[in-house]
């Protein structure tokens, strides 16, 4: 693998943050899973006018989050000195991206709008991925595992929230939960550490802050 200078890592992230915030982030082409496995479905008209709101706000703050998981690892990969990590983070990073656009495509649908506060999650969280890659393999790979669990959770928890009749974004949030679950076994069989519980407890703390602004604004 070819190594990038400082300036051509920023540029990168530069061009990166702008892709996740307001652009087209780079794809891995796999199908939007709420045509593909959510086929022939319910329509979005069949919702009431509270329950699409409920809808949108749940997948705006899944959206949110994968931004901030896009800034998480961007960062990670940026101060990260170990060039197989650095490929595992990038690899992951582009599967964020289809997280990205499907939970877009499933706000655009539902006529709402992505989070007004992203370009703050993605600066906050690239902040800490970067904090996390220069202590350390061990702690970075934790830090993705810690993460990518409490995303799985969080899913499930959404997963229960939505309406049964909404199969569009079951679809989307199923597949999500198997990627992200996939991306920290990664992280553990690369030799991820446990975080110190104060640590995990912060990390929740932090998430609660996002989800709860974020499924209305
Ligand atoms: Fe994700
Ligand atoms: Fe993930």
């Known amino acids: 693998m070819r190594s990038y200078s400082p300036f051509d890592q920023l540029i990168m992230n530069a ?110 969280s690239f902040a800490i991925g970067a904090f996390a890659g220069a202590i350390g393999d061990r702690w970075n790979l934790g830090f993705l595992a810690e993460t990518e669990h409490q995303v799985a959770a969080h899913l499930e928890e959404h997963l229960n929230k939505l309406p049964g009749g909404d199969f569009r974004s079951r679809a989307i949030l199923e597949q999500m939960k198997t990627d992200e679950l996939k991306h920290a076994t990664t992280a553990i069989e690369h030799g991820a550490a446990e975080l110190p519980p104060p640590v995990k407890t912060l990390m929740t703390a932090m998430s609660k802050v996002m989800t709860g602004t974020a499924y209305y604004l």
């Open 15 to 124: 061009d990166t943050a702008l892709r996740t915030l307001v652009g087209q982030p780079v794809l891995t082409h796999r199908p939007y899973p709420a045509d593909e496995q959510a086929a022939g479905e319910t329509a979005d008209d069949s919702f009431s006018a509270e329950e699409k709101k409920h809808i949108a706000g749940l997948m705006r703050v899944n959206h949110s989050g994968e931004v901030s998981a896009q800034a998480l690892y961007q960062g990670q990969s940026l101060t990260s000195k170990n060039r197989d990590i650095k490929e595992k983070l990038r690899q992951a990073a582009l599967e964020e991206n289809d997280h990205l656009e499907w939970t877009k495509n499933r706000l655009l649908e539902l006529d709402s709008h992505t989070s007004l506060l992203n370009p703050l999650w993605y600066g906050g």
